[in-house]
């Protein structure tokens, strides 16, 4: 299947600085990508839709200046955490869909654990 | 809004017990679902998907779900669980386009006994 990578897998940072998540698409052009927070035993929750070329949109409550969503490439997307505190330590995960929807399925990355100390 | 609903939280098995895990989604319009199992230290797998046709899914490893539109149902179900089926389920939707936003249930952790 169609390979979606993150990096970093792990992070620990302290509080106040930002840190910058990358998610790829390996073999495949991904117009779109979606980004995710997981919180501990707990579901998916869906952040942002990241538009190759244009601006990210954002879902209700999740804070777009904080959360800044970069997708520069059909290959690359970035989610950069600004100003991270404790609060924002969480696991981020990226997905992208590798063609029409009824086509194909959604791959998801491995997933970004972020400690902010 | 768009949501789904799972509503258990948390189930325990004997080996060799039948599986249905719940799942119900709020909208009205044509929606895609599926289920997702995420085991202890991984990333998601698809289960398996319904887009359209006969309601009753096959996915792998033995399981399949049936879609009941008059319910808004999608419940995952497998006749015979193994001690390797432990892992969180998640039930999720998107929205009939070209790229679509999945919305994820809040999960169903399932413990097998061996």
């Known amino acids: 299947g169609a390979v979606v990578s993150q990096h970093p897998s792990r992070v620990i940072c302290k509080s106040g600085t930002s840190v910058k998540i990358e998610c790829r698409s390996l073999?495949?052009?991904?117009?779109?990508m979606f980004w995710y927070r997981q919180f501990p035993k707990q579901s998916l929750m869906l952040m942002a839709t990241s538009n190759e070329g244009s601006k990210a949109t954002y879902e209700q409550g999740v804070e777009k200046d904080k959360f800044l969503i970069n997708h520069a490439s059909l290959t690359l997307s970035t989610l950069t955490v600004t100003s991270a505190h404790p609060e924002d330590s969480s696991f981020y995960i990226c997905s992208a869909w590798t063609g029409p929807l009824r086509n194909t399925e959604a791959f998801f990355g491995q997933g970004t654990r972020l400690t902010v100390v | 809004a768009q949501s789904v609903s799972q509503h258990n939280h948390h189930v325990i098995l004997s080996e060799a017990a039948s599986l249905e895990l719940g799942c119900n989604y709020s909208y009205g319009g044509t929606v895609n679902l599926f289920w997702y199992v995420q085991y202890p230290g991984q990333h998601l797998q698809l289960l398996l998907k319904?887009?359209?046709?006969?309601?009753l899914v096959k996915g792998i490893k033995g399981f399949e779900a049936e879609f009941i539109k008059s319910k808004f149902s999608f419940n995952l179900r497998k006749p015979s669980v193994q001690w390797s089926d432990t892992a969180e389920y998640f039930c999720a939707v998107a929205r009939d386009s070209s790229a679509s936003k999945i919305i994820f249930g809040s999960g169903t952790r399932l413990s097998i006994r061996p």
């Open positions: 073999d495949f052009q991904a117009t779109t």
């Open positions: 319904y887009f359209s046709g006969d309601p």
